[in-house]
Nanobody, 128 residues
């Protein structure tokens, strides 16, 4: 498994921006996928964005396309989620996740079960 430590959550007004960071350690990442899930109050967890480590393919939830951008810094073993034009419905706990593989089918990146490591989560609250 991988150790994941998130930072960068907080309270922001609607229309504002935040940048989440995740430091990863414990496994070579050349064939891995890293990403972000979120869980809003009373709802299940959903993939927000994912990125493959070596080829930098990216996957996004429809609700965040055009507003969120996932990137990674290979040298520092970090992954970032830049969030702009935040909306109250983006309020959730955001979890950094890691998978030990890349997948042939895009749908597999959206499944919780595809990821074997989870961070503790960081709260993002967007006020209206």
């Amino acid at each position: 498994q991988v150790q994941l430590v998130e930072s960068g959550g907080g309270l922001v007004q609607a229309g504002g921006s935040l940048r989440l960071s995740c430091a990863a350690s414990g496994r070579a990442f050349a064939t891995n996928t890293l990403g972000w899930f979120r869980q809003a109050p009373g709802k299940g967890r959903e993939l927000v964005a994912a990125i493959t480590w070596s080829s930098t393919r990216t996957y996004y939830a429809d609700a965040v396309k055009g507003r969120f951008t996932i990137t990674r810094d290979a040298a520092k073993s970090m992954v970032f989620l830049q969030m702009v034009n935040l909306k109250p419905e983006d309020t959730a706990v955001y979890y950094c996740v890691a998978a030990p593989a890349t997948y042939y089918y895009a749908q597999d990146y959206y499944k919780e079960t595809s990821y074997d490591s989870w961070g503790q989560g960081t709260q993002v609250t967007v006020s209206s």
